[in-house]
Every structure is written in structure tokens, then in C-alpha cells.
């Protein structure tokens, strides 16, 4: 499997844009209901979207989407795992989890999703489930009181489900 980017349908945007009356001040909602469909926000949806609404340009886009946290730019893995990072997690050792994982999937060159497409990988700042610390998340599922060598074997078990 490799990471392709798939055309966008720009019939599918104007709709978007449509619902939200092309409004520059629903920009934000605009890009969340893109993301919802592709998962992130392919660059030529941002161009596009940017060229559709009066008063924005796509650098206005990228900029928005850019400066919020809740946008990727990067289409995320078949398995999008989260290594919280928040206080708890990170005095409980969240940095080694994270380092064993981005060492066990080979991600590389400050890319958030492998070359695969398999995995994506993010850190989150709370997951609200302090008290399983340090915690992560794969694809919705919690793997509470994470050590690199336990989560080493979670993902160890993702690629033989996969082979
Ligand atoms: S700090 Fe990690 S779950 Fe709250």
C-alpha cells in the first residue's frame, strides 16, 4: 500500500461551500467538513476552496489550516495512533512510548504518516484518561499504562494482523 492522494471532487466542495453560504467567517467549519471527508486536507482542496470564497485567497487557506491543531495537511494512516503528551502521561514517560514507536512503524523525516500508509502518528495533549497513564490510542481503541516495550508489541501485533 502507498500513500496516494486521491482527486478531489470539486462538486462535493462547492457543495460544502454552498451549505455554508461561501462565507469567508465559516471558513473554519468549511475545512472541518473537508477534513471529515478525506480525513485531511488535500492541498488542492485548500487551493480550491480558497479561489471559491469571496474576500480569501488559497494562502489564506493554508494559513488557517495550518495555525489549527485540529487540521491535517498529511492524509493519516489505516492505523492513526496518538501517544498522549500531556502533563500525566508526560511524567509517566510518554517520550520513550513515543520513541519506541516511531522507531517500531519507521517513520522518518518529521513525517507524521509511514511512506505505507499504514500508520500515522500524533501527539495529543490530554486524552482525559489521566489516570491510565502514559496513554495511547490507535484508531479509537485506549492502550492504558504504555511502556515502549509494551507498545513495541502493539504494534508488533498490528503488522502480523497485516502481513
Ligand atoms: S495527560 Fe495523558 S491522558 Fe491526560
Do not use: W
Not at 475545512?31 to 476552496?49: C, F, G, R, S
Not at 484518561?129 to 496513554?135: H, I, M, Q, Y
Amino acid at each position: 500500500m502507498t500513500t496516494s492522494t486521491p482527486p478531489i471532487d470539486t462538486g462535493k466542495l462547492d457543495e460544502i461551500i454552498r451549505q455554508f453560504e461561501g462565507k469567508k467567517t465559516n471558513l473554519i467549519a468549511i475545512l472541518q467538513k473537508v477534513q471529515e471527508i478525506y480525513k485531511y486536507l488535500p492541498e488542492d482542496a485548500m487551493t480550491y476552496i480558497g479561489s471559491r470564497i469571496d474576500g480569501i485567497s488559497p494562502a489564506t487557506v493554508f494559513g488557517v489550516a495550518t495555525f489549527y491543531a485540529q487540521f491535517s495537511l498529511e492524509p493519516k494512516g489505516k492505523y492513526e495512533i496518538k501517544v498522549c503528551d500531556g502533563t500525566a502521561c508526560h511524567v509517566r514517560g510518554s517520550m520513550p512510548v513515543l520513541d519506541a514507536v516511531k522507531r517500531k512503524i519507521n517513520l522518518k523525516n518529521g513525517k507524521m504518516t509511514t511512506e505505507n500508509g499504514m500508520f500515522s502518528l500524533e501527539t495529543v495533549s490530554c486524552l482525559g484518561a489521566c489516570s491510565l497513564a502514559p496513554a495511547m490510542v490507535i484508531n479509537g481503541k485506549i492502550y492504558p499504562k504504555m511502556t515502549a516495550a509494551a507498545a513495541e508489541i502493539v504494534i508488533d501485533t498490528i503488522l502480523k494482523e497485516n502481513v
